[in-house]
């Protein structure tokens, strides 16, 4: 079902590119870029209107305020289950919790006498926050954009997820915007969204920056309005590596590899092992679980395709290699050696390290935040975190002796670049040409 790679027994000095031995799942954003462009264009144009007709067009929902009201997310918190509840409270503080614990402080600099350079935490004024509503209703989406948002200080936080057939968003997604004190909700998904966030329509005023998942056509509008609003980052579809030895249980790692499968058909499901026979309990671990999973076309869609595999490896110290030029979204570390094994790993969303820590903790309740760099994007970008809905800005004051300690040196390199009405800007106030 899910096809191996054999990395063993390669010449000694062999150059390998290990970025190019896992292939990804296609995912053409430039393409799809043009597909949203009208959608984006007719929204900034049209404003409102334009919102809802592409809602009509792609949600099959006609509406006439696109705004969920705020007695409907109070109801929907009423109507939440007990246990959905708890759980989503123990979410929501466990992450809270982190997130306090990330935040920066200002911090001053004094450079010489009379001269100080300060640089200010200062958050975003106002977000909009996307929730996915496809394949899964996924509230803790709602977790993972708001409390980050809260805790850094956003004083005005808009969400938007795509509506059902009766015209709102999920009542789960709904109930959780409500315990998190989120009441300007939209029942809007997909490239309308975004633009709808960027531009502002209707009662959403304009933000200044966007983060969430969701399909590729919202990873298009984002990167097609990134000149008009900050995006957190392009999210393709979600992906795990597991590097496992020998002693790794292999029924944890078949339902953990299945666990990410259940997400997309192009979700990327990864095994990397210097263990074949580990590789083939695996093998038949998946084949005796698919079967009973409620989505088993879907994740035997994603375990049978080329994003996914089994790449053996000679030793830990290469399968290391292989998962750090990967860059995963998820990494596992099932092997002995775990707790020591995770300074060594360099690129990755987020590492789970040892037998129960599973991806899927971190999906929900671990405190950790699952939006997370995808299609090797690790290799140079961070998941969502506080620093996400925060800005450094620099502050600088000097009086005038300070200024004239410096002053010289200023002019010199101004003159130095061509630029001498840089210079002159310093003389005026020190004296001099």
Do not use: W
């Not at 911090?107 to 929730?131: D, F, K, M, N, S």
């Not at 292999?250 to 339902?255: G, I, K, L």
């Amino acid at each position: 079902m899910i096809q191996r790679l054999d990395l063993r027994g390669m010449p000694a000095g062999t150059s390998v590119d290990y970025r190019a031995v896992v292939p990804r799942a296609p995912f053409d954003v430039d393409a799809a870029v043009e597909h949203v462009r009208p959608i984006c264009d007719d929204v900034r144009k049209r404003g409102l209107d334009a919102v809802r007709e592409a809602t009509k067009r792609y949600d099959g929902v006609e509406l006439e305020d696109v705004r969920v009201p705020v007695d409907a997310l109070r109801e929907a918190l009423a109507s939440l289950d007990d246990e959905v509840r708890s759980a989503l409270e123990v979410s929501i503080d466990r992450l809270r919790r982190t997130c306090a614990a990330e935040l920066e402080s200002d911090v001053t600099t004094q450079i010489a006498p009379g001269a100080t350079v300060e640089r200010r935490i200062v958050p975003v004024e106002r977000v909009g926050l996307y929730v996915p509503g496809g394949r899964a209703p996924l509230v803790s989406s709602v977790v993972m954009n708001v409390v980050p948002a809260q805790v850094a200080g956003v004083a005005s936080i808009a969400l938007s997820s795509p509506p059902g057939p009766d015209g709102r968003p999920h009542p789960t997604v709904l109930a959780a915007c409500a315990l998190l004190g989120v009441d300007e909700v939209y029942a809007v998904g997909g490239a309308q969204a975004i633009a709808m966030f960027a531009h502002g329509a209707g009662e959403c005023r304009a933000v200044d920056l966007v983060t969430g998942p969701g399909n590729i056509y919202v990873v298009a509008a984002k990167r097609l309005l990134t000149a008009v609003v900050g995006i957190d980052a392009e999210a393709g579809p979600t992906e795990i590596a597991v590097l496992a030895d020998a002693g790794a249980d292999a029924a944890y790692v078949a339902v953990d590899l299945i666990s990410q499968a259940e997400h997309d058909p192009h979700a990327a499901s990864v095994l990397v092992t210097d263990s074949e026979a580990l590789a083939d309990r695996v093998d038949a671990e998946l084949a005796h679980r698919l079967p009973q999973a409620r989505h088993a076309e879907r994740v035997e869609t994603a375990l049978s395709s080329e994003q996914s595999a089994t790449v053996l490896v000679d030793d830990i110290d290469q399968g290391l290699d292989v998962v750090n030029a990967y860059g995963a979204e998820h990494l596992e570390l099932q092997t002995a050696d775990a707790s020591a094994l995770v300074a060594r790993v360099r690129n990755a969303g987020a590492v789970f390290v040892g037998a129960y820590a599973p991806v899927s903790l971190g999906d929900y309740s671990a405190g950790s935040n699952h939006v997370l760099p995808t299609a090797g994007s690790a290799r140079y970008s961070s998941g969502l975190s506080v620093r996400a809905f925060c800005k450094n800005m620099q502050v600088v004051s000097y009086d005038e002796a300070a200024l004239r300690e410096v002053g010289p040196g200023v002019v010199a390199l101004a003159e130095a670049e061509n630029l001498p009405s840089h210079g002159a800007a310093v003389s005026a106030r020190i004296g001099g040409a």
